[in-house]
């Protein structure tokens, strides 16, 4: 039995009011301190760092976290997150392809401890998968911030992959810049950034001196700082912000155009979660609309996404971009004719 620090009596009381459905009395909050946690807290005490508690928080809750009802006790009256935000940073952590299962797990139960038991209860949480990973992407994050910070350049191994055995495995590039040794990377980061599910470090490499480069931080290995080696800054010379936004959304580039188009009403969510609300639209037969998108930006994304559509979206102008779309289409169509078998 101990009298503990502030802090911990504190961490104490919180959590035994965040893991409970119902109210918890003084006596009952004393007597859970002292038989969970091995804790003598008095009264007043406990009162007293309730008090803080509300105070400490407030900022975040602009209220107080810790409720008090008459002949019943105190519960937590102010969640730190909502249950939606709780829900959106577990799903973020467990659909990762790059987090080992054990970093899902250690970050799991850290944003769990931010909510109370019937959050819990209402938060689908399911068990990551095991799969096994041949780096750490929270390691590999870390390092790469701290030399960001410090303005250091750092030294990594970068993977490509090669067919042995009828399947793909990882192979070290030989395409370093660290002679003599040719699988070296020196880089001087920029950037980390996140990118549909994967993270990104823009940086300074020697053999691209003319323009940032950047590589994917999944398949960087050994990452660590590279000693006695000097960091390149080149930032003063480029909009970073732009050449972020142009490097990953290959498919910005483009001209804006007036697209006409015609589509199946079953797509109707489809186009106004691309283009909005704001768009011209009329009955163009039985089933179908007409849409007159102004100022969309032509480029192979759009194309791409058009073409996935099938044969329920049909362009109507531009006619060059009509065109376009039926030479890939013809030429896509030609990879599944049959061949004819040469004797």
Excluded: C
Aim: aromatic share 10%; charged share 25%; proline share 4%.
């Amino acid at each position: 039995m101990e009298r503990g620090t502030r802090g911990t009596n504190m961490a104490a009381i919180l959590d035994i009011l965040m893991s409970s459905d119902t109210p918890i009395s003084t006596p009952q909050l004393m007597t859970k301190l002292l038989e969970d946690y091995g804790l003598d807290v008095k009264r007043r005490m406990v009162m007293d760092l309730i008090h803080d508690l509300n105070a400490l928080f407030q900022p975040w809750t602009h209220g107080n976290l810790i409720g008090a009802r008459t002949g019943l006790g105190y519960y937590i009256d102010h969640t730190l997150f909502e249950d939606g935000e709780l829900q959106f940073l577990l799903d973020a952590v467990v659909w990762n392809d790059d987090l080992t299962k054990e970093d899902k797990l250690d970050l799991r139960e850290k944003i769990t401890r931010f909510a109370t038991n019937p959050q819990l209860d209402r938060l689908v949480t399911p068990a990551p998968a095991h799969d096994a990973k041949n780096f750490n992407l929270i390691l590999n994050i870390t390092t790469l911030m701290k030399a960001i910070d410090h303005q250091r350049p750092v030294r990594f191994r970068y993977v490509d992959y090669a067919a042995e055995d009828g399947v793909f495995k990882e192979v070290e590039s030989p395409r370093g810049n660290d002679r003599p040794n040719k699988y070296d990377y020196i880089v001087s980061p920029y950037r980390v950034i996140q990118s549909n599910n994967h993270y990104y470090m823009i940086g300074y490499f020697s053999k691209h001196k003319d323009q940032p480069t950047t590589f994917r931080v999944d398949r960087m290995r050994m990452v660590r700082e590279a000693t006695r080696k000097s960091y390149v800054d080149i930032t003063d010379a480029y909009d970073m912000d732009e050449y972020i936004r142009n490097t990953f959304n290959m498919f910005m580039d483009g001209d804006d155009v007036t697209l006409v188009l015609a589509f199946h009403k079953s797509l109707t969510r489809e186009m106004v979660s691309r283009f909005g609300m704001n768009i011209s639209v009329r009955a163009a037969g039985p089933g179908h609309y007409e849409a007159t998108v102004p100022n969309v930006r032509w480029n192979q994304g759009l194309i791409l996404w058009l073409m996935s559509l099938g044969d329920k979206v049909e362009v109507r102008q531009p006619l060059a971009m009509r065109t376009q779309i039926r030479d890939a289409l013809i030429q896509t169509l030609n990879l599944y004719q049959e061949k004819k078998t040469q004797s």
